[in-house]
Nanobody, 131 residues
């Protein structure tokens, strides 16, 4: 059984930073592209960023994340991170990691170019930006 688990969410002041982690059981994140998504209040879930599998290192960011967020991997820990800087109230929401056996699908879904339902999702971690 595949399970993805996000952690690292919490309350942060505007302008602050958080680093989210995505770990998995039953699947190797190293072998798969992993995407981060978020659902902010009043909006549909949207892609944030994606990192390619293996040692490829290719990343993609949605415009709102580019320059503020960094996606990365620790292959020894089989963990994918999302470092978020300069957070604002508009970043408040539940953040999810997801993966799929089709690496192209993860990137397309993150970019909003596909409505495919990715196979594996975490339960989400809440990020609240406020004072």
């Amino acid at each position: 059984q595949v399970q993805l688990v996000e952690s690292g969410g919490g309350l942060v002041q505007p302008g602050g930073s958080l680093t989210l982690s995505c770990t998995a059981s039953g699947i190797s994140l190293y072998r798969h592209a992993v995407g981060w998504f978020r659902q902010v209040p009043g909006k549909d879930r949207e892609g944030v960023s994606v990192i390619s599998g293996y040692d490829d290192g290719t990343t993609y960011y949605m415009n709102f994340a580019r320059g503020r967020f960094t996606i990365s991997r620790d292959n020894a820990k089989d963990t994918v991170y999302l470092q978020m800087n300069k957070l604002g109230p508009d970043d408040t929401g539940v953040y999810y990691c997801a993966t799929d056996r089709d690496p192209a699908a993860v990137r397309l879904v993150v970019a909003g170019a596909s409505d495919k339902s990715l196979e594996y999702w975490g339960q989400g971690t809440l990020v609240t930006v406020g004072s």
